[in-house]
């Protein structure tokens, strides 16, 4: 293995520099020459690549967002453009692949697999929807990043006597609200993964006004509803007068967590490493605190649940 390509794809999460820097160093240690695509598949399509130097990477394992730059790319999701894709991969003498990214990137980078190329991911997203791994690169970032806003509208919440909807992202997955409203001390949390009931929830605001609760914050993950829509149906029904706000892309912004950091900075060598080694078509996750890989399948073919322990812990403790 002499050459390899790098790129990031999908949603943009903190730590993709991290990682683009610990593949980089890792490789270049090894005796391997870098090359970047920009824009995800977009720039592996279209040669929009660069050279990945030592020194280029420097100064950025601390930055937000990815010096890459990063796409949705429609063009891959064609066979003709995985063909494409490779045709690239061969034009630039590229003999392995690291795709970091979510699970539909690892989607495209199983794509190149099935073709033969060597292809190992990184899993990073804010969403933590991968198996594979306990967790991506960004998950913790943006936990940080929702607690620190949730804690904010905590303040004025509580001395405007109000309620508040505080919408976060995380797709079709609840875990980004979970961890943040459990680190947040949120009364409730509204979760893809569990069926929401309009008339418990009622129950509960009407509880905590009786025994004297004046404000109260409920997070909402986007995949159950807009807020705008709860909101609504909270006044509808209950009467309840409740302030929105979403959170939105502002939870995938920010330098990484030291946590962030060193995830991707593991990930990014053990990607190299695996290559290495001769594993083609992983991922690479940390596990128990282990880096360890597993077919790219697996992000998307495996259930990851949410931690019931913190779905209780949060009825508990939200009393
Ligand atoms: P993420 O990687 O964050 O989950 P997306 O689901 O938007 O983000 O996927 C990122 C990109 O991965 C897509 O725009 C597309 O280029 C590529 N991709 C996704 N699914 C497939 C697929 N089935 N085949 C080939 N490429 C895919
Ligand atoms: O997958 C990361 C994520 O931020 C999701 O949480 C969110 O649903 C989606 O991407 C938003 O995508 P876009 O950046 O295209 O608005």
Redesign the pocket.
Known sequence: MKRIGVLT???DAPGMNAAIRAVTRTAIYNDMEVIGFCR??DGLLDGDVIPLSVSSVGGIIHRGGTVLRTA???R??KPEG?REGLRRLKEYDIDALVVI?????F??AY?LHKLGFPVVGIPG?IDNDMAGTDCTVGFDTACNTALQCIEKLRDTASSHERLFLVEVMGRNAGFLALEAAVAAGAEYVLLPEVKFDLDTLCKKLHYARERGKTHSLIIVAEGVMPVSELAAKLKDTAGFDARIIVLGHIQRGGSPSSFDAVLASRLGGGAVEALKRGEYGVMVGRIAGNIVTCPLQVSWEQKKDLDADMMSLIETLGI
């Open positions: 794809s999908g949603g995800g598949y949705r790319c429609p891959f999701m995985v990214g979510g699970d539909g990137s989607h495209g794509e997203t």
